[in-house]
């Protein structure tokens, strides 16, 4: 298991710099130059190249890359260049934001999307089935920019109920994170039918049927627990998923995130902002898939690693 | 039955005159105290005006700071800090006498010694400044004579040197804190404005308050200090959730931040809140030629063009209305706008337009395609890519179509699309600009700027560049009025731009606030806001 652990811990190495050298070159290839951006149409072509070699902008940029990873490892993501503020403390502020507003949708979405795609797998009436599964592709479908707007139009303007643009406290919280986990339940319900389906149709649940266990029994306890696998790799993508998902939905609700950090630092072309949230981003994703992966063993002994 | 009605109606309006009449003319004393909640699109940069290049750090900077001079509410030049100015003949030595007893937030006297301090630090080459360090322009030293007088020399004749001063990114700041602060300075800037900041969440808002010893405000506002106790300026990204948090009562007031024509237009229906309007410092959208790429070589295409396009429709498409028709190159918002213009310019006249065609040589071809010399009318608009840049170019594209045009709309990043006008690549393009003097002649027209800076016409005309010298050297006041206007009737002549409209800020408001009064520069001035 330990080994395990320093095997996976060695293989995001590997993995951010990969990362990070598509976002360095991504970032340069795309039209649009952070200084011609600051300065606007009334800075003169001097000015411009001054202010370029002031930030460093000038140096070739196989060498601005070198600098950026040497000072990444010894945890300096360097100064952004549209708030002149160092990166790590920016994205610190920020990042309890998003970490909250993702974990809340992927719980949301998890509990929701797993309990009625156990109900449909399960439900005896196909009624209930293609009311789930309707349920389900609306949620899917629905682009959380719309979702969101209509949240508010109901629950905010016309109800009353719920603060718009607050960003503090459990009740800012519930119709951004709705919104978030609408899609990623709705993929999940899918998974979790299908395979909790499959299970069903194996020996071991007939066996279990016939020693006399309840419906509720052989579902929860036999059939739920063996369908959780290929749920759970999928919860551990839905993860970057939602944390895709929180730019925009953090746009909607006014929220201090990092998305909305990265959105800015794109836009200005704030090249050592958007490098370090995209590092931050990436070292999350990893270690939340090998987490999962850890989670395999507890409800599958079968699968152990070496 | 009908006469009942009529009679139950005026006999309300009676009450109702009778009930209303005392509050409306009972005098209201401004309150203090409560908040205001200002509401931004764009998070600021940084607080640090001196190295902030984002339009809100501006706004912000009018709340927490005061520059050297400011302007009224006619946009005369005012006392600010300094209480008065005088300047050499040879308009390179300017001397500015501080008020006395002003004191920065941090409590620090503001001295002719802080003042040095301050624009210095603006002129470093280590405070890598993108917008402020290039407002003072040209400048040799600056020196503190005496603890009250402050003399800045400059290297050559600068002639938007006063005006730049009175820009919220030349308030003076306390050295001290910005010394002691280092980077720090830009989330905890120190000014000597009617509000002192207090706390920047990162990402949600911003938030000052009071400054009780504000005793040296600009003569347009109450003296004294502002009666809000808290001013909070929330970041809200989505334009769709700004509004219904304003609905909702979240927002006091849809500032600095713009709402969309068809908001504006549904708020207003509402008639639940009170609405200011300023007119753009600018004009919204013009069509440039290049005079130098086929066939716009030509006046009389160009005209043609004038001619041709008719504005008031784009106007109602693209804004539902929301602004003015531009003629000139210069909007009634900016000092030295000719009012003459409106008749003298080309109007909507398709008649003219084909006339001048035909006299240019271009004659219908097959597919109404117009041609000269056997090649077809064809050529490429250069815009910004976003929406409005593109839709406003589809409804000219349709119009030119008319004629046997064929436009096609070439969008581009914004940067990328100055780099291709500033090497000539466009044959044509639309964009807009804000300012806040007719100086702008001089940015979008002078030869000198051909290549490097705004001239995008790419038009070498010593004629013109001779009437732009000379309306950058005349001190009076009266010939300067006089050059403009031959200056606008020249560029419409030469037909270097089809302007085409300029659109009118709206600023919604609580109806519990009052006082308010917007500064024709396009701001509220908050100091003489307050709650009822």
Known sequence: MRAYLIRRLFLLVPTLFGVTLAVFLMLRLTPGDPVQIMLGEYGSKEQ?????????????????????????????????????????????DR????????????????????????????????????????????????????????????????????????????????????TLAAPASAVLARITRSSVLEVL?????????????????????????????????????????????????????????????????????????????????????????????????????????? | MATWRWFGRAAAMVVAVVLIAPLAFAQVQPRPGGELVFVTTEEPDTLDPQKTSAAVTGNIMRWLGDPLVTKDLSGNVIAGLAKSWTVSRDGLV????????????????????????????ALAPETKSPVAGALFGPVASV?????????????????????????????????QAAQQLGDRFGRAPVGTGPFKFQEWRSGDRVILVRNPDYQWGPSYAHAGPPYVERLVLRIVPELAAQTAAFERGELTVTFPAVIPPTDVRRLQDTKKYTFFTFLRKGIANMMEFNVTKEPFTDVRVRRALAFAIEKKSILHIALEDLGEVAYGPLPSSIWGYWDGIKDYAPGYDPGQAKRLLAEAGWQPGPGGVLQKDGKPFTFQLFIVSNDLARKVAQIIQAQLRAYGIQMEIQPFEFGTLLAKLRAGEHQAETLGYTYTSPDIFFLWFHSSNVGTGLTFSHNKDPQLDKMIVASRTETSPQKRLEIYRDLQKYV??????????????????????????VHPDGYLVVADMYLR
């Open chain 1, 95 to 178: 990042l309890p934001a998003t970490v909250t507003l993702t974990l809340a949708a992927t719980a949301l979405a998890a509990v929701v999307g797993i309990s009625i795609g156990t109900v449909a797998a399960t439900a005896r009436r196909p009624l209930i089935d293609s009311a789930v599964m309707a349920f389900s592709l609306i949620g899917l479908s629905m682009p959380t920019f719309w979702s969101g707007l209509l949240l508010i139009f109901a629950f905010s303007l016309r109800l009353g109920w719920l603060p718009i643009t607050e960003s503090e406290g459990f009740r800012a919280l519930i119709l951004p994170a709705v």
């Open chain 1, 201 to 306: 149709g194996q020996e071991f649940i007939r066996t279990a049927r016939s020693k006399g266990l309840a419906h509720y029994a052989v579902v929860i306890r036999h059939a739920l627990r063996n369908a959780l696998i290929p749920v759970l790799t999928i919860l551990g993508l839905q993860f970057g998923a939602l944390l895709a998902g929180a730019v925009i939905v953090e746009s909607v609700f006014a929220r201090p995130g990092l998305g909305r950090l990265a959105v800015n630092a794109i836009l200005s072309r704030d090249f050592p902002m958007a490098q370090g949230i995209v590092l931050v981003v990436g070292v999350m994703y990893v270690f939340v898939n090998a987490t999962i992966d850890l989670v395999y063993g507890f409800l599958d002994p079968r699968i152990r690693y070496q």
């Open chain 2, 143 to 175: 020196t503190a004579e005496g603890a009250l007088t402050v003399v800045i020399k400059l290297k050559e004749s600068f002639s938007p040197f006063l005006d730049n001063l009175t820009d919220p990114r030349a308030i003076i700041v306390s050295p």
């Open chain 2, 94 to 121: 300017w001397t500015f006498q501080l008020r006395e007893n002003v004191k920065f937030h941090d409590g620090n006297p503001l001295t002719a010694q802080a003042v040095k301090g301050s624009i210095d630090r």
């Open chain 2, 492 to 517: 419409v002549d030469k037909a270097l731009w089809v302007p085409l409209y300029i659109n009118t800020n709206y600023i919604a408001i609580q109806p519990n606030v009052q006082g308010t009064k």
């Open chain 1, 48 to 92: 411009v190249e001054r202010l370029r070699r002031e930030l460093g902008l000038d140096q070739p940029l196989p060498m601005q890359y070198v600098k950026f990873i040497a000072r990444a490892a010894h945890g300096d993501l360097g100064i952004s260049i549209r708030s002149r503020t160092a990166v790590v403390t920016e994205i610190g």
